[in-house]
């Protein structure tokens, strides 16, 4: 009988259960790294996606920062209330009318500190009118209440526009 078939058979046998044994140990750490690699894959997923968040929450503050600003700029600093007061009367003097401030008071309304401020303006009809509507369209957060409008009898045909505004103040950062 002839062995060499036998031995050919039998090395064939052992190099097929030997590629077999080396692909299963490949196959084995290629499953291995793939898993890791997927891992790794999810977590630069989710990296990137806590990257953008933190890149529109900064946005967002910055976009906030910049509305604060705005919303500030309509609030008259508390320091600066006698120069607003002191504008107050500029502004219905270049209108031809005599601003004289009554009175200031200075409140907490709904937890925000507003000032309270008595006018008196007098002048004729439309100089009266135009200051009453330049304060109150003044890039200020102010509000007008108790107000009054009456021709001066003794006065000669002057006008007398009284009331109180209230103006929303901050404090200095």
Known sequence: MNHKPFARLLILVLLIAVAGTAYGVFYGKVREHSA??????DKAVTMSTDATRIAAAKEALTSLGKDEETAASYLVLASDIVP?????QKLGTEL??????????????????????????????????????????????????QMSLALSADAGGLWTASGVFTVGTRTAK
């Open 36 to 41: 890791h690699l997927a891992e790794l894959q």
């Open 84 to 88: 607003f007061l002191e504008e107050l």
């Open 96 to 145: 031809g009318a005599k601003v004289e401030i009554v009175s200031v008071s200075k409140e907490k309304v709904d937890g925000r500190e507003r000032v309270f401020v008595s006018v008196k303006i007098t002048g004729s009809f439309s100089p009266v009118l135009r200051t009453l509507g330049a304060i109150e369209h003044a890039p200020y957060d102010i509000n007008t209440s």
